[in-house]
């Protein structure tokens, strides 16, 4: 029997915590796709998965911000502080989405229907205050997978959205309100309408690829899945198999008694002197996790569900459970620490603590078999990006956390604007990264062709041309060069032969916003001494961007 | 002369049942294209290799990187601020196993080589700056232990001023002294324990890049396309004999490979003699053709 449980879903929690109001068309952006919007950018046909252009081009007012975790999670504490006045025991399951046990604060509230309008009731005060009145949907039905989409279809009805999954499955509830309650023992009923693609808010190992193949087969319907026998999913797709049918069911994701019960381990460090700043008990919280990753890994266990407690020295204490569908690695873990105490301590006075964080304790509160990192037999890739991933945190604790960054495919027209560099603490190392440099082939009219200059300066360089008389070569509103260019100088320095050059190319950026308009011509030149630049003329001035090194 | 040893303590033990194969004799393997360059037919671990010249040591020093990368090794780069990353990517570097470290501060820069040294497979380093002789040392020996691969595009050919040691602002003038420093501090009192200030990184294998060539790029049309280099080999031990080679880095088809020899010295004469018009461009990039239907 799956338990019993309430999810709190707050619709576009990214963009909200980007402190937007809900009228303004805005997006949050995570390589170069649009992760959340708010409600005006998605009456103007902006979805969620497109890319920039192309909700650029739908809602040209749109105001892009780039994602980021910490920024969602530290404003969600107010949230969540919320909640915590009707149970203690709430589980994060990421920014935006909590969910509760109801099986106690239903009977203390006058049930399920009761306990979820004075909670929806509460958080949506809270979250009218931020401007967004109706952003939130509260959804009950066994277990936390069916609970969870009840919440989103709730959610997306308060917010006047409908997709199509929604749409259907909304219809039936309590049409206009945004609690949707799913009669015990009726979630797989509520269930069997949704397409299959939701079910990657179960957890599985892969499930786009799962959806995709089902979808294939013909099985569009979580319905259609629950009505198949579990031993043919199982023989088919394994254990993702297996979890999906549980799922589709209604059911918990593994059965009770596969269950593990959590080792009675806690992981705890005083702080002293007392630490006010969050960086400072992340510190802490990095080294209790790597301890607790570990002892974890010494019993072939892999932690899913974490509890971070943290004390202040006047006894004031903060707990939440963080709950993360895979497997929480110490990395991920210290993250959550930063997350929660950065809400805490930099949150609204009534809910600031008084004094400084004194105690850190990590409890391990669901546990599964640790299944994903078997190691190669002479240490093999697993092992090397272990290596290289605390190689990388030591230069980062040298250097400070932005020094060190990982490429990410991002998209544009110059050679610098193609592949950013994001932070190497923003990133899973070892999973699959998103902006695959597949996206390439995605259309950049005016793109510079390949090979791409090896060395782009961080700041264009000042250079001048002139042609065989010696004037300075310009390029004309039209486009149209006024002579061939014939020497170069960079940066005042000697005169070299132009042998070769192509241009101009015209580069007219973002025309349509006037403090972000860039007009210049690019040109490429090869100078005497076999060497090749990339130059670009903008405003009569002539620049260095690159040079093919 | 006595054939027969008779170990008389552990430590004599150890040292003759020791593993045969050294890490300097293991070698990584490179992009199939550069391998005729290298005189293990790969990069020896634990090496330290200086690539420098005008006009391609970073693309050259990308491609060296390339092949470990592809063989699953992680590559990281220090300090090099100006890296054109489509570049590093096109080079057949790894999207997922490639790392950025930002300049370090002077007095930490060995600090932070050392430690992504052993972590990775391949580390790349810009220009140093202000690197004691004796830190320097300490890196390749801990790189030979360790059997990572140091590759630094050495200082002159790293920067875009067109003129080699550049002049003008503050970060150029500083490194156009720590070039001077290497030049007579370094190589001279190369041996002493209290080297100069500033010292380059002892190279096992030294490529240079001896003369680039572009195609593609007329008197004001095409665009860039192929690029062939004259490279030679220096170095130590198995690498002390020079060798000289040349490549397409990259073709027309944006692969790195050597240059057929029969084409080779015909678009030599060109790049020397005709440098600019349309009948040069025309004509050599229909010459291109013939060694590329040849390979593939």
């Known amino acids: 029997m799956a338990v019993r449980t309430l999810v709190v879903h707050v619709g576009d929690w990214s963009v909200l915590a980007a402190k937007v109001p809900p009228d303004e068309p805005a997006a949050v952006l995570r390589a170069n796709r649009v992760v959340a919007c708010s409600p005006a950018a998605r009456r103007d046909g902006v979805v969620v998965g497109q890319r920039r252009r192309e909700a650029q081009g739908r809602c040209p007012a749109l105001v892009v911000f780039d994602h980021d975790d910490a920024r969602d999670a530290r404003l969600f504490e107010a949230v969540v502080a919320t909640v915590e006045s009707f149970t203690p025991r709430i589980e994060i399951s990421r920014p935006g989405v909590c969910a509760l046990a109801t099986r106690g604060p239903s009977r203390y509230f006058g049930g399920d229907r009761s306990l979820a309008d004075q909670v929806l009731e509460r958080v949506d005060a809270v979250l009218a205050d931020q401007g967004w009145p109706g952003a939130v949907g509260v959804g009950v039905a066994d277990g936390p997978f069916a609970a969870g989409l009840a919440a989103e279809v709730a959610a997306g009805l308060a917010a006047g959205s409908a997709g199509s999954a929604r749409a259907e499955a909304g219809s039936a509830g309590a049409a206009g309100s945004a609690v949707r309650l799913v009669a015990p023992d009726a979630s797989s009923a509520f269930l069997a309408p949704l397409p299959v693609g939701v079910l990657d808010r179960g957890g599985l190992a892969d499930a786009d690829g799962l959806a995709d193949v089902l979808v294939r087969l013909g099985l569009r319907t979580l319905g259609a899945v629950a009505a198949l026998p579990a031993a043919d999913l199982v023989a088919r797709f394994g254990l993702d198999g297996r979890m999906a049918h549980r799922l589709a069911r209604g059911l918990d994701e593994r059965p009770p008694d596969t269950r593990i019960p959590p080792p009675a381990l806690r992981f705890e460090t005083e702080i002293d002197p007392p630490a006010d700043r969050v960086d400072v008990v992340a510190f802490a919280a990095k080294a209790l996790a790597d301890d607790l990753h570990e002892q974890l890994d010494r019993r072939g266990l892999a932690c899913t569900r974490v509890a971070i407690l943290a004390e202040t020295e006047h006894g004031e204490s903060l707990e939440r459970v963080w709950r993360h569908e895979g497997a929480l690695a110490a990395g991920a873990i210290a993250d959550r620490v930063r997350w929660q105490l950065d809400g805490w301590l930099n949150g609204s006075a009534a809910h600031r603590p008084t004094s400084g964080i004194s105690l850190l304790a990590l409890v391990p509160d669901e546990v599964v078999a640790a299944t994903g990192r078997q190691l190669g037999f002479w240490g093999g890739e697993t092992a090397v990006d272990d290596r290289a991933e605390r190689a990388f945190a030591r230069v980062q604790g040298l250097l400070g956390p932005e020094a060190v960054t990982v490429p990410e495919w991002r998209g544009g027209r110059g050679p610098g604007e193609q592949i950013v560099r994001v932070p190497v603490h923003a990133v899973d190392l070892t999973g699959p990264r998103q902006g695959r440099p597949e996206m390439r082939a995605a259309p950049w009219p005016g793109r510079l062709p390949a090979p791409s200059p090896a060395v782009v300066h961080p700041e264009p360089v000042s250079c001048e041309v002139v042609d065989g008389e010696s004037i300075a070569v310009g390029v004309s509103g039209r486009g149209l060069v006024s002579a061939a260019p014939a020497r170069l100088s960079i940066r005042g320095g000697p005169w070299v032969e132009v042998s070769a050059w192509a241009g101009p190319w015209p580069v007219d950026e973002r025309w349509w916003d006037p403090p972000a308009h860039r007009r210049r011509a690019r040109f490429q030149v090869v100078v005497g001494d076999g060497r090749a630049h990339l130059l670009s003329v903008e405003g009569g001035r002539w620049w260095v961007e690159a040079t093919y090194d | ?296």
């Open chain 2, 1 to 296: 002369m006595a054939a027969v040893i008779n170990p008389t303590s552990l430590d004599e033990v150890a040292l003759l049942t020791r593993p045969v194969t050294l890490a300097r004799d293991q070698v990584v393997a490179v992009l199939a294209g550069l391998r005729g360059l290298m005189p293990d037919g790969g990069l020896p671990r634990g090496s330290t290799v200086i690539v420098d010249g005008d006009g391609a040591a970073t693309s050259l020093a990308l491609a060296l990187a390339a092949g470990p990368s592809a063989a699953g090794g992680w590559v990281a780069v220090v300090g090099r601020d100006d890296l054109g990353l489509a570049a590093a990517i096109e080079m057949g570097l790894v999207f997922e196993r490639l790392a950025l470290v930002a300049e370090p501060p002077p007095d930490q820069w060995a600090t932070v080589v050392a430690a992504l040294i052993g972590a990775v497979d391949v580390v790349v380093v810009g220009p140093a700056r202000r690197v004691r002789a004796a830190d320097a040392r300490r890196l390749a020996a801990r790189a030979r232990e360790r059997g990572t691969v140091l590759i630094q595009s050495a200082p002159g050919s790293g920067s875009g001023s067109g003129s080699g040691s550049g002049s003008g602002s503050a970060g150029r003038a500083t490194g156009g002294r720590a070039t001077g420093g290497r030049a007579t501090g370094g190589r001279a009192t190369g041996g002493a324990t209290t080297g100069g200030p500033t010292a380059t990184l002892e190279a096992d294998l030294r490529l240079t890049v001896v003369a680039t060539h572009w195609q593609g790029l007329g008197a004001g049309h095409g665009h860039l396309q192929a690029r062939r280099l004259t490279v030679e080999t220096s170095g130590r031990r198995r690498a002390a004999r020079p060798r000289r080679g040349e490549l397409w880095l990259p073709d027309r088809h944006g692969r790195i490979r050597p240059v057929a020899t029969d084409a080779s010295t015909d678009a030599r004469t060109d790049a020397s003699t005709g440098a600019c018009g349309g009948a040069y461009a025309g004509s050599d990039i229909d010459r291109l053709d013939d060694p590329c239907r040849e390979v593939s």
